[in-house]
């Protein structure tokens, strides 16, 4: 198991492109535990939390107030006290370097198909 975690922007929809950081509840140096609070963010459709995704120490906010980040963008970090910044900045760096966005569904999901079925036809 690693003693670093990533936090990112979830997808909780089909056509979720994106998604804005609209509040921290913890700060750089907070303990955290896996499931509490640790931002909301905000898509077109639904605004919800985003969980820690392990015990730790939030130690990096990547993302801003305000931020309008890609779904699986870089949010921030969770890490055990005893992992050098050094190691946090490199997570960070790779992270960033190796992101692609998730494309949305184009026309915003799967769309419906009409077959031949006894002369008739279904969708």
Known sequence: M????????PKWGL???????????KQPGDPVHKGEDL???????????VECPADGILRRHVAALGD???VGALLGVVANADVPD???DALVAEFQANFKPIEAAAGGGPQPE???VAGKRVR
Do not use: N
């Not at 056509?15 to 509840?25: C, I």
């Open 39 to 49: 931002l909301d963010v905000e898509s077109d459709k639904i605004a919800s939390v």
């Open 114 to 116: 009409v077959i031949q």
């Open 86 to 88: 050094a190691k946090i």
């Open 68 to 70: 309008v980040l890609p």
């Open 15 to 25: 056509s979720m492109d994106k998604g804005a950081v609209t509040v921290w509840h």
């Open 2 to 9: 690693s003693d670093i975690h990533a936090v990112t922007v």
